[in-house]
Nanobody, 121 residues
């Protein structure tokens, strides 16, 4: 019911910047929160940043002041601007959307396939 197309991952040197994008499409009635999570092999997936439909944001302590999440409601797209990247930011980043879609009347979580961000020292 909801497809998520992520883009923007890649290799960057420490101190550099990347911008991730995630566009949601499908039989979407409404989108509540949109966000980004990340996962390192062998570890649990963790929240990086989240933004609600009215623009309230929440960040992991480790990225506060360096990452900025934003969304374009008209395009059903969420962005993650990542500045001052550190090697410890290396992970697969997953887009998450909480939406009401298709014939499901309750909001559900939808996940992207993930995009790899590698920060070299």
């Amino acid at each position: 019911q909801v497809q998520l197309a992520e883009s923007g991952g890649g290799l960057v040197q420490a101190g550099g910047s990347l911008r991730l994008s995630c566009a949601a499409s499908g039989s979407i009635f409404s989108i509540n929160a949109m966000g980004w999570y990340r996962q390192v092999s062998g570890k649990q997936r963790e929240l990086v940043a989240k933004i609600t439909s009215v623009g309230s944001t929440n960040y992991a302590d480790s990225v506060k002041g360096r990452f900025t999440i934003s969304r374009d409601n008209a395009k059903n797209t969420v962005y993650l601007q990542m500045n001052s990247l550190k090697p410890e930011d290396t992970a697969v980043y997953y887009c998450n959307v909480v939406a009401v879609a298709g014939l499901v009347y309750n909001a559900m979580d939808y996940w992207g396939k993930g995009t790899l961000v590698t920060v070299s020292s």
